[in-house]
């Protein structure tokens, strides 16, 4: 590797000259006699350092935000004047976001833990049978959900393509996840089932789709909201894996009441930023074992003592949820970067 020559003195000071104009450049904000007066309203798209904001009365504003604010995302509700030159593209500037009743967020390699969205009330876990149902990715889900604090609700779609072997396991998977305490909604856009259930659940609810791509996510938002023109994505013959569709996260809202996030697909929600205590915690049916095992230190493998797997092998804890468990503590090992100090504030 060559080796990186320092900086002189009169070059850094050239580059400080430069991040500072491109600083203020970036800024470029109205000053505050050419704003009209504070009014509130609800982020429903970020877009680099602009986001757009919805009114009270439903009109969207594209806004400069702050240096000031820290994040912004979907679903906070902020306090923003609009400029009274209204023939500016971009027509405000938010001034401060309200306290979060809720974050959704999810581990980024180079920016720690970036929030995704706020607000929200109940997590969609979309899987579907195309391009293959996971309940190793729905149970990655549910631990990001359960860490969080934001209920969730598994939503199985494309159940139009179920054949014997498929519908034998969407009933177990159904079945399950019933047992340990949530729900299920099987779902197809083609032929509707489902889709009243869940509109139904989404009513007066701020609601967050998550699911890999190619699960459907944008289908079903054309189902519920076909005045969303949402783009909806083939699967890659090639890979079968999901053609990412969605490439900003967007807050609609519904006529009869209620409003939705769609958020970009991942193919995988890292949980690498959790310590695997949490993890463990996260498993819901584990809770009342926690604690009991002989050792502090039991990693429920094949420790001695180990009041969870004793449990898996009653029965009381199902096999496949305790192997998907290990499964992702190994992947969050693989994952975890060296250099990780991940702020969980």
Known sequence: MAKRNKLTHRQKRQVGKNLSKKLNKAEALPQDDSLQEEEPGVVVGRFGQHADVRDNNGE????????????VVCGDEVLFRRSKDSGSAIRGVIEAVSERKSLLSRPDFYDGVKPVAANIDQILIV?????????NIIDRYLVASEDVGIEPVVLVNKIDLA??????????????????????????????????????????????????????????????????????GDISEMSGLGQHTTTSAKLLKF?????????????????????????TWCFREFREYLGGCKFRDCKHLDDPGCLLREAVEQGKINQQRFDNYHSILKTMAEQRPSHSTVDRK
């Open 60 to 71: 969207v504003t594209r806004c400069h935000i702050r240096r000031t604010i820290d994040s």
């Open 127 to 135: 899987s579907s049978l195309k391009p293959a149902l996971s309940a």
């Open 163 to 232: 054949d014997e072997q498929t519908t034998e396991e969407v009933e177990n998977l159904t079945t399950l996840y019933r047992e340990i305490g949530y729900q299920v909604i099987l779902l197809s856009c083609k032929t509707a089932q489902g889709v009243d259930e869940l509109e139904a659940l989404l009513d007066k609810k701020v609601s967050i789709f998550v699911g890999q791509s190619g699960v459907g996510k944008s289908s079903l938002v054309n189902a519920l909201l076909p005045e969303a023109e949402e783009q909806i």
């Open 255 to 279: 006529r009869k009441g209620g409003q939705l996030i769609d958020s970009p697909g991942v193919r995988e929600f890292a949980l690498w930023h959790l310590p695997e205590e949490r993890v």
